[in-house]
């Protein structure tokens, strides 16, 4: 039997959010005793509600929240667009073998030439030129600056502007041979404001992250930065004149709702406008469409990604029948057909069905709490006298698994896993936290015990290695660079993410990809459990909405071309 959804009231919890304080505002233009409670129905505002906060904006955040912000804080180089093709905005085109302005040498070095597009300004009215990017470049390569992984920009050699005085061109020379070189000139999706960040950066890379800069970012996209109350909102302000075109919308207030159900509830009393990052599942989402007024859900097909992480440090997941047991033991198939009426792919592996590379002939997992228990016993493990089972060294076998708090559907799911691991032996603790804290430090620092449930977004030009090399373990080594947060050493595994980051050939690629994935199914250093639509909700006269359900493009990527509809 699985738990169902807790509905609250409405009226109370509207009156408790509405009555909850707020810090002070970042800016000081209005704190929370005296700017009035964000609300939605205004046409020149547009609130957009998020069940996260970001801790930060710019390159120092992990956070989708903070991607959301910057979508619209930001012109994006290449975004894609909601039919899967990158549009070149901040660059005039993408270099290509075709064009000349992609050269492979015979060793495998290579030299792109980009042509940045003239015109774009920073908000304070600087122009954006390559010398942002080769700055932006600088800085996120150092390696005494965080950064959560940089094994793509390892692989650039040297960027530089052949001509300052005219610094609309950009030559990048790589190391070797990086399928994706002629997407982004080196892997980030924005630069960023050579005259507001160069000093801070010279005088000490280390702490970058904590300049004011990211509290308060200078952007250069169709809406500039106003203010950030802390527990609140996040307001910018269109940018007249902007080279896309000016923002038809004047303001964008992000709306920091950390309750998915509360954030249902404002969603359907029109306290909120749109919903992005909402927590929502299926039934929530079509929840706000039924109630509320003129607001439509979106769901897009996309790859984010629903898993369980393994902590391999830990002596019992480290024996992969013990992973193969969980596996097993959790009906993946029943938490799809129960909580989202069947609506999301079963994943088998990380890479979504609609990815080319998408291999469907790996290993599975079917709900068997028979070969479950076998394999446990197979491992060691003896039933205790409580029923939970101990290990040969008598221990009690209790796992503890952490996720992002206040999202129901998860909460519903750790209760579902709870249940059904019990039955086969193995007690579990859940233990969760809020978002900016537990994908802030404690994934990034491989703090979680035993087990870790959130989802990760891939793009079409995701080759995996950031996520399962083993030289993507964060460590103080490595001053806590890569997603491999299971610790997955593997050496043909390894072998592979290698050959794939300098494949050039697309179909050569996808076929490595797939041998990958063999090999990841068989190992499960992480449970894949679905895919995830990007489920967003929004005023049905609102026009130019057009969600992606790729990394790098969430709801905002275009937020200069909606409109109201007359």
């Known amino acids: 039997m699985y738990p169902a959804v807790r509905p609250l009231g409405v009226c109370l919890l509207l009156a408790a959010l509405l009555a909850a304080p707020s810090p002070a505002s970042v800016t000081g233009v209005a704190t929370a005793a005296t700017a009035p409670a964000p609300t939605g129905g205004s046409r020149d505002t547009l609130v957009i509600g998020m069940n996260q906060e970001p801790d930060r904006l710019g390159r120092f955040s992990v956070m989708s929240a903070a991607r959301v912000v910057e979508g619209a804080l930001f012109a994006h180089i290449a975004p894609y667009t909601e039919r899967w093709v990158r549009r070149p905005v901040l660059v005039e085109d993408f270099p290509t073998l075709a064009n000349g302005r992609w050269q492979v040498r015979p060793d495998g070095r290579m030299r792109l030439v980009w042509r940045i597009r003239r015109g774009f300004r920073w908000h304070d009215g ?5 010398l942002d990017f080769r700055f932006t470049f600088a800085m996120v390569r150092h390696p005494a600056t965080p950064g959560v992984s940089r094994a793509v920009l390892a692989k650039v050699e040297h960027v530089f502007v052949p001509n300052p005085d005219d610094p609309y061109t950009l030559v990048v020379q790589w190391r070797e041979r990086y399928p994706f070189a002629g997407t982004l000139p080196f892997g980030e999706p924005v630069v960023f404001p050579r005259h507001r960040l160069e000093a801070a950066f010279l005088r000490s890379p280390a702490r970058l992250p904590l300049d004011p800069y990211w509290r308060a970012p200078l952007g250069n996209g169709p809406y500039r930065f106003v203010e950030w109350v802390p527990g609140s909102h996040i307001l910018l302000e269109a940018v007249p004149h902007f080279l896309l075109g000016t923002p038809r919308i004047r303001r964008l207030l992000f709306r920091f709702v950390p309750d998915a159900t509360v954030l249902q509830t404002l969603a359907i009393a029109g306290q909120v406008d749109a919903t992005e990052i909402n927590g929502f ?14 607001v439509v859900a979106l769901f897009t097909p996309s790859l984010r990604w629903e898993r369980i992480l393994f902590n391999l440090d830990d002596p019992w997941l480290a024996d992969r029948r013990v992973r193969w047991a969980i596996a097993h033991a959790i009906d993946r198939e029943g938490i799809v057909r129960t909580l989202f009426q069947g609506r999301y792919p079963l994943a088998h592996t990380w890479l979504a069905p609609r990815h080319p590379a998408s291999n469907p ?3 599975r997992y079917a709900y068997n709490p028979a070969r479950a228990r076998q394999l446990l016993a197979e491992a060691g493990f003896t039933p205790g006298p409580d029923g939970v089972l101990r290990d040969p060294a008598g221990r009690r076998v209790e796992l503890t698994i952490m996720s992002t708090a ?4 998860r909460e519903q799911i750790e209760e579902i896993i709870q249940e059904q691991l019990r039955a086969v032996g193995i007690a579990l603790r859940i233990d969760n936290r809020p978002a900016s804290v537990l994908l802030g430090q404690i994934t990034v620092r491989r703090q979680f015990p035993h087990l870790a449930l959130y989802s990760t977004l891939f793009s079409l030009e995701s080759t995996g290695f950031e996520g399962f090399h083993s030289s993507q373990i964060p460590s103080p080594a490595n001053n806590w660079e890569g997603f491999n947060v299971m610790g997955w050493r593997h050496p043909e595994n390894d072998r592979l993410l290698e050959a794939i980051t300098t494949e050039l050939d697309e179909r050569r690629r996808h076929e490595l990809l797939r041998r990958q994935q063999a090999i990841f199914a068989e190992e499960l250093p992480a449970l894949p459990l679905y895919f995830v639509p990007a489920i967003v909700t929004v005023p049905r006269t609102l026009r130019g909405v057009r969600p992606t359900g790729l990394f790098g493009s969430f709801l905002t990527w275009n937020a200069w071309e909606w409109a109201w509809a007359e």
């Open 281 to 294: 599942g299926v039934e929530q989402a079509l929840e706000v469409q039924r109630r509320g007024s003129g």
């Open 126 to 130: 600087r122009p954006v030129t390559a």
């Open 406 to 409: 206040g999202v129901a559907v």
């Open 361 to 363: 002939h790996v290993r």
